[in-house]
């Protein structure tokens, strides 16, 4: 894989998860529903195999400004796509995320806590 073609994932990834959460806060007319909180996608394997910062792949997501996070997963968060508070929402977007990433071979899952 390239920087280019991941670069494409990730916009990818990006547009699904901004419409997925436009389109939660248009139905909802506000913000201001459920609870505040985050919400992110955490990134660990590529067609079965671990992601390690120093493969060449976690390079190539480093250098497209994806992070490691703590746990040594790299990590997308939902500021990314969706600048609001609802949790609700912001999960939505982590989902749409997730789902295009596994769609090119990425083991990916949507995270959240409560603000």
């Known amino acids: 894989m390239?920087?280019?073609?991941l670069k494409a994932i990730l916009v990818e990834a990006q547009n699904?998860?901004?419409a997925k959460s436009?389109?939660?806060?248009n139905r909802y007319g506000t913000d201001h529903v459920g609870c505040c909180g985050?919400?992110?996608?955490?990134?660990?394997?590529h067609n079965g195999q671990k992601i390690k910062g120093n493969t060449k792949l976690g390079r190539l997501?480093?250098?497209a400004g994806v992070r490691q996070d703590w746990t040594?997963?790299?990590s997308v968060w939902g500021g990314e796509w969706y600048h609001g508070q609802s949790i609700d929402i912001k999960?939505?977007?982590a989902?749409?995320?997730?789902e295009v990433l596994r769609k090119h071979g990425f083991t990916a899952y949507a995270g959240s806590r409560l603000d």
């Open 2 to 5: 390239t920087i280019t073609e």
């Open 16 to 18: 699904a998860a901004t």
């Open 22 to 25: 436009m389109e939660l806060y």
């Open 38 to 45: 985050f919400a992110w996608v955490n990134i660990y394997e």
């Open 61 to 63: 997501l480093k250098q």
């Open 72 to 74: 040594r997963a790299f």
């Open 91 to 93: 999960e939505a977007g």
């Open 95 to 98: 989902q749409a995320y997730a």
